[in-house]
């Protein structure tokens, strides 16, 4: 179920905003498109960051971990396999928000083979950020009751600041600053600038472009904290209180 909702959730929000917002955010790029974009940065967002912080608490309350942790099975395997549910989640997301983006929005895929290389890279960095990070706030919610009160206002926050619901370069300067200090803000960066005209580039804030570079080096950088967290705060089972 909650797969599911990871994967129709973004959907859904594309046909709505889609639908009404009709705009255009530069000559020749409608909002649609730039959404379009920001939904798919999300869907990274979503299938790691939120899909993992949420089931993981609930697997570790009901014991499932504590069992699995007590068979042969390495304990790396679980988290192979929690990688593999996030890639083909995320797969799946993806192509289904690309289809509905050219059927009803207008997106228009890349037709050269640079811009799927930085799709590529970015989706790797991205997934592999937002789910490092989401196992790392998994090891500190205690409850699994409390999961989805902590990771959904932050998943929402984070895509107003980001630029997925409005405008990068509309929004206030602190905000814009608060967005970029977390990995979805350059998610969804790295995917503007496959899916929009190279043009759009100047409309980013201060003229600075793609910045490409940079994304890679911060969503490295959550990586490693998302890891360094994980190592040291995950938990196979919680000793009940009292």
């Given at each position: 179920?909650?797969?599911?909702?990871?994967?129709?959730?973004?959907?859904?929000?594309?046909?709505?905003?889609?639908?009404?917002?009709?705009?255009?955010?530069?000559?020749?790029?409608?909002?649609?498109?730039?959404?379009?974009?920001?939904?798919?940065?999300s869907?990274?967002?979503?299938?790691?960051?939120?899909?993992?912080?949420?089931?993981?608490?609930?697997?570790?309350?009901?014991?499932?971990?504590?069992r699995?942790?007590?068979?042969?099975?390495?304990?790396?395997?679980y988290?192979v396999?929690?990688?593999?549910?996030?890639?083909?989640?995320?797969?799946?997301?993806?192509?289904?928000?690309?289809?509905?983006?050219?059927?009803?929005?207008?997106l228009?895929?890349?037709?050269?083979?640079?811009?799927?290389?930085?799709?590529?890279?970015?989706?790797?960095?991205?997934?592999?950020?937002?789910?490092?990070?989401?196992?790392?706030?998994?090891?500190?919610?205690?409850?699994s009751?409390?999961?989805?009160?902590?990771?959904?206002?932050?998943?929402?926050?984070?895509?107003?600041?980001?630029?997925?619901?409005?405008?990068?370069?509309?929004?206030?300067?602190?905000?814009?600053?608060?967005?970029?200090?977390?990995?979805?803000?350059?998610?969804?960066?790295?995917?503007?600038?496959?899916?929009?005209?190279?043009?759009?580039?100047?409309?980013?804030?201060?003229?600075?472009?793609?910045?490409?570079?940079?994304?890679?080096?911060v969503?490295?950088?959550?990586?490693?904290?998302?890891?360094?967290?994980?190592?040291?705060?995950?938990?196979?089972?919680?000793?009940?209180?009292?």
């Amino acid at each position: 179920m909650a797969a599911m909702f990871t994967l129709a959730f973004p959907l859904l929000m594309l046909v709505i905003f889609g639908s009404v917002f009709n705009g255009t955010v530069a000559p020749g790029v409608s909002f649609a498109e730039y959404f379009t974009a920001g939904m798919i940065a999300s869907g990274a967002f979503y299938s790691g960051f939120q899909n993992l912080a949420i089931a993981v608490p609930l697997e570790r309350d009901n014991h499932s971990l504590k069992r699995l942790r007590g068979t042969p099975m390495p304990a790396a395997a679980y988290f192979v396999g929690k990688i593999g549910a996030v890639l083909v989640i995320y797969v799946a997301q993806v192509a289904v928000l690309i289809g509905l983006g050219s059927l009803l929005c207008g997106l228009r895929p890349p037709t050269s083979v640079g811009p799927w290389l930085t799709f590529a890279w970015v989706s790797v960095l991205g997934l592999t950020a937002c789910s490092l990070c989401g196992l790392a706030l998994s090891g500190v919610i205690r409850r699994s009751e409390a999961a989805a009160a902590i990771v959904s206002p932050i998943v929402v926050v984070l895509q107003f600041v980001s630029g997925v619901y409005f405008q990068y370069d509309h929004l206030p300067a602190w905000m814009r600053l608060l967005g970029s200090l977390f990995p979805l803000r350059w998610l969804a960066l790295g995917m503007r600038s496959v899916f929009l005209p190279p043009g759009f580039a100047r409309y980013e804030p201060g003229g600075a472009g793609w910045q490409h570079g940079l994304t890679a080096l911060v969503l490295v950088a959550w990586s490693a904290v998302g890891l360094a967290v994980a190592l040291r705060r995950f938990r196979w089972y919680v000793e009940p209180r009292g």
